[in-house]
């Protein structure tokens, strides 16, 4: 909110994913007037009486760690097998910079940080873009979100896991790229 109100921004479109995404839906719940319109890309929707979020610390933490000692993008597969090897490339380059400390209350914010509470106070026009090809957003909790903030528009990009640009760019593209700004 500081960065769009020393920007001097009139009601930006805020993208955010997973995390960042969370942390639109909190920045638009406090101010609402500060923003335009939210994209959401596949927000992890755990939290306090919701199911726990898919992935186990230990990943998190296992390949923060390999990476801190310095490893090749091919060690760092194990983690994301998925991935070509430029994206295992940078993972492996840049992971290290990520300070564990943060990451493990980020993750912990995940179970604790109740988010539905702030989408049923969203009023604002929203894109909820759903990676199909990952656990993080399941139809169920797609329907909890239109519950609570009807105004919410769908998108899933079925090839897709929860990195979606890395894994179907032209997908991600077509999700956000025909957004009507209101």
């Known amino acids: 909110l500081a960065v769009i109100a020393a920007a ?5 479109v805020i993208l955010g994913h997973s995390m960042g995404a969370r942390t639109a839906i909190r920045a638009a719940r406090i101010n609402p007037t ?9 927000p992890p929707v755990s939290g306090p009486g919701r199911r726990v979020y898919p992935f ?4 998190y933490e296992d390949s ?10 091919e060690e760092m597969r194990q983690f994301c097998p998925s991935w070509s090897d430029e994206q295992n490339a940078l993972r ?14 980020a993750y912990d914010g995940f179970h604790s940080d109740d988010i539905h509470a702030d989408l049923a106070n969203i ?12 656990p993080v957003i399941e139809p169920n909790d ?23 640009p890395w894994d179907d760019l032209e997908g991600f593209l077509g999700a956000v790229m ?5």
């Not at 001097?8 to 930006?12: D, H, T």
């Not at 500060?34 to 596949?42: K, N, P």
């Not at 492996?92 to 209350?105: D, G, P, V, Y």
């Open 178 to 182: 025909d957004l009507e700004i209101r």
């Open 8 to 12: 001097g921004l009139m009601s930006p």
């Open 123 to 134: 009023t604002l026009p929203v894109r909820l873009v759903v990676a199909g090809g990952a």
């Open 142 to 164: 797609v329907a909890v979100i239109q519950a609570l903030a009807p105004q919410t528009e769908v998108r899933v990009v079925e090839r897709a896991g929860h990195m979606i």
């Open 56 to 59: 186990p610390w230990n990943w």
């Open 64 to 73: 923060i760690r390999l990476a801190a000692k310095g490893c090749s993008g």
């Open 34 to 42: 500060a923003i335009g319109q939210l994209v959401l890309v596949d």
């Open 92 to 105: 492996a380059e840049w992971l290290h910079t990520c300070q564990l400390s943060a990451i493990r209350t």
